[in-house]
């Protein structure tokens, strides 16, 4: 008994027993926990993203299929020899009346 009692006080005064296995333990442990943690996450968002059916149905009839040939003939089209280029406002800038004031300058170059 005396035996057992002296090699576990040897144990608790031993660096790498006192310090390092809790480290080990926190670190593999810390990252099952981390992975539990964001299963938990992905689940959730998952979850959101599902429609309603109804809802889902008529986004599926609403999208088109683009064909690449088509977006050429309608870029054919627009004239970009006479395109301006109107700056955004600033963020202390008045949006809407900057923008107008833009297209009026615009209107009175043409």
């Known amino acids: 008994m005396s035996v057992i009692m002296f090699n576990l006080r040897r144990l608790q005064k031993n660096r790498t027993v006192r310090y390092g296995l809790p480290m080990l333990l926190?670190?593999?442990?810390?990252?099952?926990?981390?992975?539990?943690?964001?299963?938990i996450r992905y689940d959730a968002q998952r979850i959101k993203k599902k429609l309603d059916p109804s809802l889902e149905a008529k986004v599926n009839t609403q999208k088109q299929s683009v064909m690449l040939e088509e977006e050429y003939e309608k870029l054919k089209q627009v004239n970009l020899d006479e395109w301006k280029n109107i700056r955004g406002p600033r963020p202390w800038?008045?949006?809407?009346?900057?923008q107008d004031q833009q297209r009026s300058n615009l209107s009175k170059t043409e």
């Open 26 to 39: 926190l670190v593999v442990g810390g990252s099952f926990g981390l992975r539990e943690f964001t299963q």
């Open 93 to 98: 800038e008045d949006s809407k009346e900057f």
